[in-house]
Nanobody, 127 residues
Framework: QVQLVESGGGLVQAGGSLRLSCAAS????????IAWFRQAPGKEREGVSL????????DCLDSVKGRFTISKDKARNTVSLQMNNLKPEDTAVYYC????????????????????WGQGTQVTVSS
């Protein structure tokens, strides 16, 4: 069973930073792509970034490039999302999600392709 637990959300002023963490099992990290998604009130869920089971990274959202960095820490069994220079438009519930893939599978930022989801963590950026 794949379980994902997010942590690290909170309230921060514009220009500040937060680090989100997604805790998962060794099995999950070794055999699944792990992605971060977000959903703002009244908007559709959108992919932010993902890390492949093999370690490669795919950016999904142009508006966060250069500000958000995804990383996988196998020693701590976590996938983190470092968010710098946060803006009010980054306010959303952030979710990590997983999908089992073979090594040759293509990356996808489509939420429908991810069957496993964490509970989400709220990020609020004040202006």
């Amino acid at each position: 069973q794949v379980q994902l637990v997010e942590s690290g959300g909170g309230l921060v002023q514009a220009g500040g930073s937060l680090r989100l963490s997604c805790a998962a099992s060794v099995f999950t990290l070794n055999y699944h792509d792990i992605a971060w998604f977000r959903q703002a009130p009244g908007k559709e869920r959108e992919g932010v970034s993902l890390v492949r089971r093999g370690g490669g990274i795919t950016d999904c959202l142009d508006s966060v490039k250069g500000r958000f960095t995804i990383s996988k820490d196998k020693a701590r069994n976590t996938v983190s999302l470092q968010m710098n220079n946060l803006k009010p438009e980054d306010t959303a519930v952030y979710y990590c999600a997983a999908r089992r893939v073979i090594l040759t599978a293509s990356a996808t930022c489509a939420s429908d392709e991810y069957p496993y989801w964490g509970q989400g963590t709220q990020v609020t950026v004040s202006s």
